[in-house]
């Protein structure tokens, strides 16, 4: 398993050496006028948090969470295991089983004492059948890269682990369908398909770790969304084994299949509560020939909607990626990861990133836009390139704030979809309603989809902290129509909330949904639906 160290965690961008055939082209600052760096410290320079205590016990801190009628694990149900796994993929060692039950920014810890570790479909299929007639509950387990506490037990739910299913199945270079297990480690899909020419249509800062099936149960969305779309569009088929161990075939690998109700639509996101996702088809991209990236410095928020607006229009379909940073965040990468940034300091960076299949065509648009942003006076400072050591240290600004925050103290993390205009609007609510007992206040996120990651770093988690925070900041996004849980789903921190972006009737009907396809509740209980 590679996870456990934040570090190791994280694979940093990164294409395969040798990949990108089109000529890099030298590091070009932007002929903008510099603003002197401003004497003031960043947010992020107070002393550091204590990151390596065990975080409390799930049951402890959310002492309303009540253990549902499971059995409890006994010796007979162990020996089943080990006679279907053999003992090296059944794990009972309680310092073994501590990783696979503490989530990875350490907000959660159940206590499983029992991990197993399957190498197929059919093994999922007798295990789950087995939970079911003898009623143990089960949470599944990717790459336990989760931000909502959904991958790991509450109470002492068996750990299903998918990382032993980690086999490629077929690759078809012409049409681009890749299927494979549910184990497989991201980055490895990605280094796989670059050899053909094709890359993965998701991409993430957790993709070192996260397997395929968690982002598919997820719905992950990444870096790449406005351009690659969602999961629900790439995802062509999926094999799933229900919670009485059926297996639910239904991996297609065709662009075009209207029989019946799609079904695969009820495993994307769901979370492992309906079933365990043991195979996919994914349709693969053809990799672009042309990488262009370019870092801007902001000064107001009002400046960041009209670039965005003008990327959109300018750059059209080529556009990749288009995300959001605020002063506090970049501090968190740069603050404890000993990150360089090219910029000096403004209130808000942008990262616009292109993809396309002619350098030429690409940069002569870059250019457009950049000259059109300048000339509107809206950026003040920034940097463009498609030389992939350069590009790498800019993304690495983005994607390892997340890990750069571990080192802060607690985080209360938020994933919240609002409408453009509003998009940033919650996070000066936030530091004012929070005041000294936050260290951080935070944004960044991928304000193309408008999808923001708010988040609140204490010192240590308090009940007084969370209840300045929650139900308010559900509450604010419901009242703007926007969504509680954009990308990084409803695990165990949110059942209780997912009433501000979902009707009554419609969660009604995924209870029966629930209900149908796992009367026991046995898979991944007290996670996604409101008890
Ligand atoms: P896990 O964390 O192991 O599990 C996640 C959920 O899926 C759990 O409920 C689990 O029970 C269930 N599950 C896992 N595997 C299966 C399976 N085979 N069948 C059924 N259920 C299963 N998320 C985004 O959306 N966008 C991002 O940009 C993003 N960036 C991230 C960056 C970092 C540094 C980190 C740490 C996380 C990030 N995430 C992001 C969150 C996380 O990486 C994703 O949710 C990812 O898809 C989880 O995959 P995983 O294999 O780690 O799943
Ligand atoms: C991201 O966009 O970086 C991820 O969703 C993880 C996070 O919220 O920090
Ligand atoms: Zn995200």
Not at 137 to 159: K, M, R
């Amino acid at each position: 398993m590679l996870i456990k160290g934040a570090r190791q965690l994280i694979g940093p961008f990164s294409w395969p050496p040798g990949s990108r055939p089109f000529p890099a082209r030298p590091f070009m600052r932007l002929p903008l006028p510099s603003l002197p760096i401003p004497a003031r410290p960043s947010q992020f320079c107070r002393q550091l948090a204590s990151v390596g205590a065990l975080p409390q016990l799930t049951k402890d801190r959310y002492p309303q969470v009540k253990r549902g009628s499971f059995s409890k694990l006994e010796q007979t149900h162990l020996q089943f295991f080990r006679d279907l796994l053999g003992s090296n993929r059944v794990i009972t060692d309680e310092d073994e089983c501590q990783s696979f039950n503490i989530d990875w920014i350490k907000n959660v810890r159940g206590f499983s004492q029992c991990i197993l570790k399957p190498k197929s479909t059919e093994e999922v299929s007798k295990i789950l059948a087995f939970c079911n007639n003898n009623r143990i509950a089960v949470c599944p387990q990717g790459g336990n890269t989760g931000l909502v506490g959904g991958s790991v037990p509450v109470f002492d739910e068996v750990v299903l682990w998918t990382g032993q299913m980690n086999k490629i199945i077929n690759l078809d270079e012409t049409s681009g369908v890749l299927v494979c297990q549910a184990g497989c480690i991201l980055e490895n899909l990605e280094t796989f398909v670059g050899d053909s020419g094709l890359m993965i249509p998701l991409d993430l800062g957790a993709k070192g770790s996260c397997h395929i099936g968690g982002n598919v149960s997820t719905n992950a969305g990444g870096l790449r969304l406005v351009r690659y779309g969602n999961l629900h569009g790439s995802i062509l088929g999926i094999e799933a084994v229900k919670a009485d161990g059926e297996i639910i075939d239904c991996l297609s690998t065709l662009k075009k299949d209207n029989t019946g109700y799609h079904l695969k639509h009820l495993f994307i996101g769901s979370e492992g509560t309906l079933g365990i996702v043991t195979k996919v088809a994914i349709h693969c991209p053809s990799k672009p020939n042309a990488i262009n990236v370019a870092f801007l410095g902001l000064k107001s928020f009002d400046d960041v909607l009209k670039t965005m607006k003008q990327a959109k229009q300018q750059l059209g379909e080529i556009l990749s990626s288009c995300e959001l940073i605020d002063e506090a965040s970049l501090g968190l990468a740069t603050g404890h990861l000993q990150l360089k940034c090219p910029l000096g300091v403004y209130p808000f960076y942008m990262l616009i990133e292109t993809h396309g299949s002619n350098n030429e065509h690409d940069e002569e648009k870059m250019n457009t836009f950049l000259e059109s942003i300048m000339a509107d006076g809206l950026v003040e400072d920034g940097t463009t390139t498609n030389e992939v050591s350069k590009m790498n240290n800019i993304w690495a600004l983005r994607e390892r704030i997340t890990e750069g925050s571990t080192h802060e103290g607690y985080i209360f993390k938020y994933d919240i979809s609002l409408p453009t205009e509003n998009f940033y609007s919650l996070v000066p609510i936030m530091k004012e309603r929070m005041g000294e007992s936050a260290k951080v206040v935070c944004g960044y996120g991928h304000i193309g989809d408008g999808n923001i990651h708010l988040q609140v770093i204490v010192n240590e988690f308090t009940q007084d902290a969370l209840n300045k925070i929650e139900p308010f900041i559900y509450e604010y996004t419901s009242k703007l129509k926007g969504s509680v849980s954009a990308e990084h789903g409803v695990g165990f921190r949110k059942p209780k909330y997912i009433h501000y972006s979902k009707s009554p009737e419609a969660i009604a009907l995924m209870k029966e949904l629930k209900t149908m396809m796992d009367p026991n509740g046995i898979l991944n209980p007290y996670k996604v639906l409101p008890s």
